[in-house]
């Protein structure tokens, strides 16, 4: 039950795109097309659970204990980037189809506020424990998926669209992001 | 011969004569019952909030496209009229005037226009302008006068809650149903419309009568009403069944609130809803079960309006899953 | 219950004002303009010369190519000059132009010849006589018969498909062949039985021509091998795909032919045609065109020789009325709208439409409302809303991966859609392009 | 002379032809997630021009020490020292702008803003330029913050800079507070923006 | 730009520079700011006190009482405040979990006799601009001088006394019960109070 | 307190030193080469990506660059040599200069000389008009005026006339990129050389009908007369198809031929106005450098 509360939550309620503000760049970035957005999200998923473990444990068994929760900030983002950066070059190797489709987009993970924020939010929950942290990674990846493929079909569907001349690009996105919002506020009370 | 030169075109040369605007001017005539049923019900309220959405709608699509766009004006197509009464339709009679025209200006402004006008918008304008006004102003989104027998005028509106705010009022503080039944309407009474919620919302009766002039008139089809309201049924029959000392039963779930309303009129826009068959049940059936989780489970009495706007984001992603079959595309010809 | 495709088609007004008017003899004209290219394919080479004389049925053009076919003097004549004529487009094409020679008792003499009904010739015989008398398909796309029936010994045949249809509203050409030559199609339809060894023939008629489908149960009482079926009135029940389906359950695959799922489907008024050339040894000169429109005199069908200039049909028929607007070769659904009446009839002219304002226009294309009417409408399961706006936003290759390549151009979406959107104007461009994209990568 | 007024251009660039906001997209999280009021989308932005600042100093100073495979990482480490230096200031001095800014302090760093203009700018430039950069940046980043905030806050609570111009219990459009508010608001901003800037130029 | 070729030798030394220095200056400004912290930190209850207690002339922050109650999370806290050497009231933490969003912290300041002397919103995730109208005057002058005994802290929909915030009936009922907690806990309380330091 | 630093600077170095090590080993192990040369020639292209140069884009057109040897053949018109001697210098490789060119319309059918005989429904368009018939006047050669090629026009460097329904090039603007060539289903515009002040004479028909034909669909059309072939001193003057055609690497732009045309056919554009002739200026093309507002 508790889990499937974090689920819900994560995914519908609090979900970290729409209603965290988190991972707005890539969010906006990446999702002109509905396949590069399925690439996007797994690559997210992956790092995000990753991150959070290690962060986590880092928090839980060196931070904490050694008083310098002070560092969360540093050590957390320095953990991150290196991953992702580990995680690039070996897609490069590993998958090149992949990394073309993702290749500009993964130092924006870096970037992403997402991995970031839900390692920090990951320390605060309920009764925390590791492999609650780490289900917390994955259902914020969930929600952030569900939110950017939703977006990028609907995007796929505007291409096709006459937008007018001052609405094309960024603001109508960034309309279609809050409509998207407004709509999920239906979900409100949820959990 | 004409004097003027003859024409030429590309095949085919003969055209059906249905169009866009007969297709909305039937579905104008089609509220035409619902309409008079919340004026029997609130009387000069209704013709009110009405006329001013309607009124506010064809203005600011007029404006806009006008003066903002500078594009063709479309008014005439009867959309903007649609939305209009529809937007009237999903309000509280007492609603002041104001706050309509503000619904309206996000109805047609930021959830048509902006996106190209009709036809290109995702999400149902009328629900958008209505979503706005609840959240904005959940206050005078919830005074519901109640209804009063040929009540006509403004002032003795009497606020009372809707049958879905009674019962998630009541449950939340732990009465049960059946404590509760006194202050329900019946079932008859919800059919008929001598009750409380928004203007159009009242008579199950007469929005029927409307849907299945439209689903005769092909203007739409019956796949989504049918499964919008069968998935709430089936699904608030399930919990009702487990225990009905906490949940409503279906018959109350399916002809309260905007049910009906949204069904029939509001998940069929066209241009917000799925182009086949098979996605239309998708659609209608992920309405049903989000209005049920929302009702039940979330904050808001009402879950239909949301419901129907979460659904609209998946439309894309519907139809590009839910193609028809195309012809010829079976793996093996069969030859005896 | 009536059988017919499943999925789609329209059911447009049928117009037939035409179905109870026997075949007339339209009169040879003094001029025919006779085009090179009547059929798909490469256009036939010419063999006279100017000031030549020709007799009727004598080859003018020899065939161009393994896909082309020959083309024959429709008059005695003297060949006056190789010209050009503007064709349906309104492209330049070059042609033949013979004056009729006025004494020349065979530009008059009555083609109605006697039926003969015994089949005599060899399989390969009869082959050569259809290729020989340039025959084509009249079912509309001109695609020469000789080819089609030239069947590899390994493809499986076992049904003749004979496509008596005839769904386009206001044509009778076919319908007024079948009641009036039904015996002779009967023969025609046993030559290629004969010809193609197989047992089982269909014919294939739209139920609201119920005196032919009667006309034909008498003929072929007796015969186990051909059978007639009624077939739910409904466009584009004629296409050869919906046409083998409603008959066989067979889906002709997605680029393929019927004869992939073992069908040859012939239009009838080739059958007639094949019946001629192969019992009379008499060459495809002539055809059945319907004459038609709402404000003509006297809309009628006519044997009409090919090369006649369409101004001569209409004049047939009384004229042109006050205010036409549009002059159609073929049927309202997937004729070609001419230019002008210069135009020769060819092999492929099946009727000729003259529509007066109110029904030409085609009204103001409005913003996609998404109805899913063209959906619902397409009898080969594409989306037409989709295809249009990719083809009008350049997006040629996520259209054929959208299978814009099956459409047959039936236009039944363009005919219901309630916004009056030009979706197959579209279609047929991001055909015409996602064809050339193919071909360059190939 | 030149080099005065290149600096200008440079300055400018970062308020109105590449508005990190408006016209880059750039760090979208921040601008949306604490702009309810117009005080905090003030705190933000300056909080993240003190960072942008003084990272684009370090990175321009220390570019040609740093490899290229631990670039982003090391500029990381940089660009999280200041964030947490912010974070402990504010912690100890404006307790209640801390309070507000919550989760999104942290998340300074992780702002697309500041590590593009160390990637893009400060990692190519000379110390000048990468400072006026910063500025230009900074400033264009907190110009639009304090708009959208004080839109939203308008709109949404009838005040700004907490200064209510209506009743307590008048009617405002709560939903500029949500989140919903935010997108929509910043959308049309960006639409008079480039209005704006367009008939400017 | 000339770029600089990654080798093992300097992509270590400078990450490990890069941080060395990061870690010192951290290290150091932490340091610093230690105190602050703290002080800022104790500030606010202080002021919230200050906010929420008659005129009282001792620190009340060292005099705190935490007390356990079964159906909060956190240990509530009870500060007692004395003016010359009479009790004056104390402040005590009442807290519910029913918000909208969860829970609602409050710090309300009593009178000996038990009535509310003010209230402090001390934590809250509610609504802006719904919800977080509690923080306003106009909603919590209704509890000024109001003795719970005879006040019926509950809304008005309830059959209570309490003036529902419009829009926020869910946050007006946690406010409603975590003062009513606090209240009961100053009575249970109270006594011991009085004599502890008597 | 100082412990607190002392902790800090070691879990951070430690942290920063496993960091490095681990990328290390890591882009060691999962190397992949490529040619830094192709950003760099990428950066000096104008990303344009219209596919002038026949590549998809600039940065498949880097890709060949670097990957060829000799560079000679390939142009990105966009550029210009300036750009193309630049790529050169930075992979060594020599290139061709090449004359600017600029786009011509190559008819002048306007509405006025070129009277409609039919009307046209169906979508705005040459390409999709050009599928179903020969346009809406009897010449089947000339411009359709559906402005394909302005819309293709990255450079807003074409707009379409109101007037003469015809389009008009902005020389200025024009970079030559190609895209309005590939985009008119008639092969109406033309590459020419700009040579001096944009002086240009080009025959402005490509009706290859015969005289009188041509004639009756347009007034202005090439009759295939011979006057122009006839008197051309330096024998850039071919006749085909009844239609005349000035090579320009030939033509000197010595206005000879324009002189004896009696239908106006031939344009020359950009030359000082001569006293001996009064040319009906209805007929001339104006290159106008501004663009009007209006067209949506
Ligand atoms: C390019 C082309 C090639 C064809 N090749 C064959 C063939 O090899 N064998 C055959 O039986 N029919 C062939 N056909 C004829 C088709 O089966 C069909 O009869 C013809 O396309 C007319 O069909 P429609 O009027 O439904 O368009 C071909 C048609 C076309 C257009
Ligand atoms: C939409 C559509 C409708 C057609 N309708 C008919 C029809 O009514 N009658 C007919 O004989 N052929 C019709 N055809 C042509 C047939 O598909 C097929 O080409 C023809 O029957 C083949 O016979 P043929 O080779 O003798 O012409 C139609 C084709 C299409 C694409
Ligand atoms: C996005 C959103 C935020 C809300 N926030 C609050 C809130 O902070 N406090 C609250 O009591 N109700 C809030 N509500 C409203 C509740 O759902 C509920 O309708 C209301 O509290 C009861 O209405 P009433 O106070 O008019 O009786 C919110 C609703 C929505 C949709
Ligand atoms: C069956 C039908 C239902 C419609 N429902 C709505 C609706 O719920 N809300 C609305 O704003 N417009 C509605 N319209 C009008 C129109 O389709 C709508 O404004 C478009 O979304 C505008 O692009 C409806 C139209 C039809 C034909
Ligand atoms: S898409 Fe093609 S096959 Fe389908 S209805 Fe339209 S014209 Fe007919
Ligand atoms: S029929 Fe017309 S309006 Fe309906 S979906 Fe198709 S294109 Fe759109
Ligand atoms: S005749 Fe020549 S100039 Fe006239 S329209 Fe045709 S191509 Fe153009
Ligand atoms: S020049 Fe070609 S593309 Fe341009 S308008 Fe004329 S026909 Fe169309
Ligand atoms: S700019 Fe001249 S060809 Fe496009």
Partial sequence: MEYLIILIGAVFVNNIVLSQFLGICPFLGVSNKVSTSVGMSGAVLFVMTIATTVTYLLHQYVLVPMGLDYLRTITFILVIAALVQMVEIMLKKVSPPLYQALGVFLPLITTNCAVLGVAILALGLEDGNLLKAVFFAISSSAGFALALIVFASIREFLELADIPEGMKGVPINLLVAGLLSLAFLGFAGLV | MSDQPIIVSASPHVHSDRTSKKLMYDVVIALVPAFLVSLYVFGFNALIVTTAAVISCLLFEYLIQKYLMKTEVTIGDGSALITGILLAFNLPAGIPVWMVVVGSLVAIGVAKLSFGGIGYNIFNPALVGRVFLLVSFPVQMTLWPTAVENNTSIVDAVTGATTLGLIKEGVQFGETISSLSASIPSAQEMFLGITSGSLGEMSALALILGGVFLIARKVISWHIPVTVLASIAVMTGVFWWIDPEHYANPLIHVLSGGAILGAFYMATDLVTSPVTKKGMVIFALGIGVITVVIRLFGSYPEGISFAILIMNAFVPLINSYFKPRRFGSRIKAKIM | MLRTFPKGGIHPPENKLTSSKPIKRLPPPNVVYVPISQHIGIPAEIVVDRKDKVEVGQVIAKSGGFVSSNIHAPVAGTVTKLDMIIDTRGYKQQCIVIRTDQKNESNFQDADLPLIAEIS?????????????????????????????????????????????????????????????????????????????????????????????????????????????????????????????????????????????????????????????????????????????????????????????????????????????????????????????????????????????????????????????????????????????????????????EDIMTCIECGSCSYVCPSHRPLLDYIRFGKTIAKQLESNKG | MAETLDQKQNFLKGIIKENPVFVMLLGMCPTLGVTSSAFNGLGMGVATLFVLLMSNIVVSLIKSQVPSKVRIPAFIVIIASFVTVVEMVLEAYIPFLYEQLGIFIPLIVVNCLILGRAEAFASKNNLTSSVVDALGMGMGFVIALTALGATREILGNGSIFEFRFVSEDANTFILFILPPGAFIALAYLAIAFNRLTRKLA | MKKKESTLINMVVVLFVTTLVAGLTLGYVNDLTLEPKARARLAKKANALKTVLPAFDNDPVPAVIRVKSGSSRDSIEIYPAFRGNGFAGAAVTGASEKGYSGLVKLMVGFLPDGTINNIEVLEQKETPGLGTKMKGEKFLRQFRGKDPSSFNLKVEKDGGGVDALAGATISTRAFSEATQQAYDIFITHRDSINEQDN | MTDSILYSVILLALLGTVAALVLYVVSKKFYVYEDPLIATVEEMLPGANCAGCGSPGCRSFAEKLVGSDDISDLFCPVGGNQVMNLVAGALGKVVKEQDPTVAVIRCQGSCEVRPKTTEYQGPRSCAISALIYSGETDCQFGCLGDGDCVEVCKFDAMYMDETTGLPVVITDKCTSCGMCVEACPRNIIEMRPKHKRDLKIFVGCLNEEKGGIAKKACSVACIGCSKCFDICPKDAITMNNNLAYIDPEFCTLCRKCVDVCPTDSIIETNFPPRKNRNTDPGITIKVEPVKPQNDA
């Fill in chain 3, 121 to 401: 010739l060899e399989p390969e015989e009869i082959l050569r006589r259809i290729s020989d008398f340039g025959i084509v398909g009249l079912g509309g796309a001109t695609f020469p018969s000789h080819v089609k029936l030239n069947i590899k010994k390994d493809r499986k045949l076992d049904c003749l498909i004979i496509n008596g249809v005839e769904c386009e509203p206001y044509l009778t050409a076919d319908h007024r062949l079948m009641l009036e030559k039904g015996e002779e199609i009967m023969v025609g339809i046993r030559i290629l039985m004969h010809a193609l060894h197989v047992e089982r023939a269909i014919i294939g008629i739209e139920n609201n021509k119920r005196d032919a489908i009667e006309n034909f149960k008498k003929l072929a009482a007796g015969d186990p091998g051909i059978q007639i079926a009624a077939l739910k009135v409904k466009y584009p029940q004629g296409g050869e795909k919906q046409l083998v389906r409603a008959l066989l359950k067979r889906e002709v695959p997605k680029n393929g032919l019927p004869l992939d799922v073992g069908v040859v489907v012939h239009n009838v008024g080739t059958i007639f045609a094949i019946y001629q050339a192969v019992q009379h040894n008499r060459p495809l000169m002539e055809r059945v065109v319907t004459v038609t429109g709402k404000k003509l005199g006297d809309p009628s069908n006519f044997w009409v020789k090919i090369g006649t200039p369409i101004s001569e049909l209409i004049e047939a028929v009384g004229g042109i009325p006050e205010d036409t607007r549009k002059i159609v070769s073929g049927g309202p659904m997937m004729g070609k709208a001419l230019k002008s009446m210069d135009v020769p009839v060819t092999k492929g002219t099946s009727g000729i439409l003259v529509i007066s304002e109110d029904e030409a226009s085609r009204g103001t294309p409005k913003n996609c409302i998404r109805c899913g009417e063209c959906v619902d409408v397409c009898p080969m399961g594409l989306e037409p809303h989709l295809l249009m706006n990719l083809s009008e936003k350049g997006m040629y290759e996520k259209a054929a991966q």
